[in-house]
Nanobody, 123 residues
């Protein structure tokens, strides 16, 4: 059983930065992948970024590459998403996910999800 709690969302202007956090608790494994997904109004849930907890390899959606950075703090068991140069199209509910996955972009492979945190970017 893993619990994930996101924080850090908010309302910002286009071009601003924001950092999301996801604190993991309960039984976690170093072999987990952790990821950020988002869902905008009227759109499907989409992959944003992921990191393998052991080894730290990262993956990014093309839409955020170069603007967003995923990172982790092993001691705090916390995942972060640094979002720079935010655009209105980044507006969405952002979800933290964790689990044993084969392909990090597949949302359905993740076993655990946070409650989501709203990010709104105004023009």
């Amino acid at each position: 059983q893993v619990q994930l709690v996101e924080s850090g969302g908010g309302l910002v202007q286009a071009g601003d930065s924001l950092r999301l956090s996801c604190a993991a608790s309960g039984r976690t494994f170093s072999s987990y992948a952790m990821a950020w997904f988002r869902q905008a109004p009227g759109k499907e849930r989409e992959f944003v970024a992921a990191v393998r907890w052991s080894g730290g390899s990262t993956s990014y959606a093309d839409s955020v590459k170069g603007r967003f950075t995923i990172s982790k703090d092993n001691a705090k068991k916390t995942l972060y998403l640094q979002m720079n140069s935010l655009k209105p199209e980044d507006t969405a509910v952002y979800y933290c996910a964790a689990g044993f996955v084969t392909l990090v972009t597949r949302s359905y492979e993740y076993d655990y999800w946070g409650q989501g945190t709203q990010v709104t970017v105004s023009s």
